[in-house]
């Protein structure tokens, strides 16, 4: 199949993840886990909700399509960044071993929420949040002091995370993931240690920066009832267990 | 595009400050290696050092003597002269005939003096004081010159006696003090004279005529041999060649060159040793380094991914260990410096009354510190190379959770 082709099948134009026969298996103390995706596409400006209970490999799905993450085996995986753009082989990527290239794949398009902070200790709340503004080398433009009033952490730009609360936390791990203007946010269970209002409130005001800047957005969560009302388009997992248990497989796709 | 250099030093930078219980306890661990090493060297270099100091400064250590008396010629000896080992050789001549009876005006005392021969840059006479010249400028040495309460510019009375043809005959001669030589030129009484008179007052004990003194006698000589000779070698690292040179031409020579040998041998021996504890030291503390940082490397694994995740690349990564610990080597050699100044201080504060003014006891020049600094760094650098390898191979995947 050819890309053009693949885009073209899709009907909701332009493809940013065009994923084929993906399979990653891990294998650990004798108890494997295999991850299976037949086909998943992905449109620019979608979002995208994986619902699952934790280990059925939504994290290693999320890992894949942030290219941290080296599939076992691919059948294709594309990624298109830019609407005009030509799709990238990321199968080819990998198989080159071109990780610093990868990098400057994520450092460019991707924002990465991740479950807990992962914000670095040793730089305040503004510094966090221009991590990846400054690593891309763009000008202090008054985004983050923007981003930061939205999110509601205006008065914690300089201090430390320690200071902070989870939930403020979290904040700044999503202002610090979107202050690039990335094409494409991934974001792992990005509220799973607040309290259930406070996680609430943070995914509205995350789901309407993403609208407003109109980023892709791929999101985990371990129960649709939380995200329901965010108006995402599910994902279908199917995870089976084998009989000795020694063996579990989700299939996704969408 | 890898992140600028100069924004990976900032962050390692940060995390080194922000880190600082961490880093002040490798930089105490640094200087607690360093310090004690550079206390060591400053006292092996300042003692080695005083003691070279000391045979260098006193020309008697370069002087070699023949053991027992000879016969050489002019040209032997000018042969020998010529050696670029040889910094200074006048011939001896006889030593019975070699003194004079000296009295001055200001004193009633008549001074029997020793005769040494000297001549233009004798090492045992100030360079800047006058020389002994022709037959009647002599310097004296400071006891003489003491009991004949004289001085440089005075005039004085020398007469020797001499038994010939069964009758006692006495001469006299006007001379001049050039100058007065310093105290560790010769500790008896003693005048530095030239060879020329020497071996006029030599020709006269032996019952010769001197016309050129004025003196009567039998005809001169013809062939003149001495018996001795003064000879100092160009360094005190020349003399031990030049007493194996002399060996080989059959001639006995006593020299200090045993004195001079053991304080190279244990110049040598100290700084072997002084190695051995640093190489064993360094390499300690660059483990003991390698595995903070290696462990760091773990102990950081989630922060690492997350720049991982923004894009640093494998290089940009791996710079972090490097910056943190060259931030280590130059903190912990300051303070080792620090250390060391006020050890060295101390030392020689306390070793003061037993010194010359200016000796140290430990002491290090410049130069030293940089080579301290250097050898740091690098170790520094092979240590944070482990640990970079370890960091830029993080997969960040594996990272990010779990921990």
């Known amino acids: 199949m050819s890309t053009n082709n693949s885009s073209q099948a899709h009907p909701r134009g332009a493809l940013v993840y065009y994923v084929r026969d993906v399979v990653k298996t891990r294998e650990s103390e004798g108890v494997a886990f295999r991850l299976k995706v037949p086909s998943l596409q992905i449109a620019m400006g979608e979002k995208i909700a994986l619902v ?203 | 595009m890898g992140v600028p250099l100069r924004k990976v030093f900032a962050l390692a930078s940060r995390d080194y400050v922000h880190e600082w219980q961490m880093s002040v306890c490798f930089v105490l661990a640094l200087a607690a290696v360093l310090g004690p090493m550079l206390v060591l060297f400053g006292l092996k270099f300042g003692i080695v050092g005083a003691m070279i100091d000391q045979l260098i400064e006193d020309p008697g250590n370069r002087e070699i003597r023949p053991v027992s008396s000879g016969r050489y010629d002019r040209s032997w000896l000018e042969s020998v002269r010529r050696r670029p080992d040889v910094s200074f050789l006048v011939p001896r001549t006889r030593s019975i005939a070699a003194t004079i009876e000296l009295s001055s005006e200001d004193s009633s005392r008549h001074v029997r003096v020793e005769l040494i021969p000297s001549d233009q840059g004798d090492p045992m006479l100030s360079p800047r004081g006058d020389r002994p010249e022709g037959v009647t400028r002599i310097v004296l040495s400071r006891s003489a010159a003491e009991k004949l309460q004289v001085a440089a510019g005075d005039t004085l009375d020398g007469s020797l006696a001499r038994q010939y043809r069964g009758q006692k005959e006495r001469v006299h001669l006007p001379l001049t003090v050039a100058a007065v030589a310093p105290a560790r030129a010769f500790a008896r009484d003693g005048a530095f004279v030239s060879v020329n008179l020497l071996e006029a007052l030599e020709d006269f004990r032996d019952g010769r005529a001197v016309p050129r003194m004025g003196w009567s006698g039998d005809r001169e000589n013809s062939i003149r041999t001495y018996p001795s000779f003064r000879l100092y070698a160009r360094s005190i690292y020349d003399v031990a060649a030049l007493r194996d040179a002399f060996a080989n031409l059959g001639v006995d020579v006593h020299t200090h060159a045993a004195e001079i040998e053991l304080v190279q041998r244990m110049n040598r021996n100290l700084t072997a040793i002084y190695w051995i504890i640093a190489v064993i030291g360094l390499f300690g503390f660059s483990l003991s380094l390698g595995a903070s940082l290696w462990a760091n490397v773990d102990r950081k694994r989630k922060e690492l991914s997350v720049l991982r995740l923004v894009g640093f690349r494998t290089m940009d990564i791996a710079w972090f260990p490097m910056v943190q610990a060259l931030y280590t080597a130059i903190l912990g050699w300051a303070l080792a410096v620090g250390l060391y100044l006020l050890v060295a201080g101390v030392i020689n504060q306390m070793m003061a009354s037993q010194l010359g003014q200016g000796q140290q006891v430990c002491q290090l020049l410049p130069h030293h510190y940089g080579i301290a600094l250097a050898l740091t760094c690098a170790a520094a650098v092979i240590a944070a190379g482990l640990a970079g390898l370890r960091s830029a191979h993080i997969e960040p995947s594996a990272s990010l959770r779990d921990l």
């Not at chain 1, 071993?97 to 991740?114: A, C, I, P, S």
């Not at chain 1, 902070?164 to 202002?175: H, M």
């Not at chain 1, 063996?247 to 796709?253: F, H, K, R």
């Open chain 1, 52 to 254: 699952g209970e934790s280990g059925c490999g939504k994290s290693t799905l999320l890992d894949i399509l942030a290219f941290i993450l080296k599939p076992s085996s691919v059948g294709a995986f594309r990624f298109r960044p830019e609407r005009d753009g030509d799709p990238l082989d990321m199968d080819a990527y990998w198989k080159a071993g071109r990780l610093n290239q990868l990098g400057d794949l994520r450092k460019r398009y991707l924002g990465y929420v991740m479950q807990t902070g992962g914000l670095l200790p040793y730089l305040t709340v503004r510094e966090n949040m221009d991590l990846c503004r400054n690593v891309l080398g763009l000008a202090q433009d008054g985004t983050i002091e923007h981003l930061a009033e939205q999110l509601g952490i205006a008065k914690h730009l300089n201090k430390l995370p320690e200071a902070l609360s989870t939930g403020e936390r979290q904040r700044v791990a999503i202002g610090r993931a979107l202050a690039h203007r990335p094409s494409i946010v991934i974001a792992d269970e990005p509220t799973a240690s607040l309290d259930p209002y406070a996680a609430q409130k943070i995914m509205a005001h995350f789901m309407e920066l993403v609208e407003e800047l109109n980023i892709t957005v791929i999101l985990a969560s371990h129960a649709w009832r939380h995200i329901k009302e965010l108006g995402l388009r599910r994902l279908h997992h199917r995870t089976f267990r084998s009989e000795d248990r020694n063996l579990t497989e989700t299939i996704v796709s969408g």
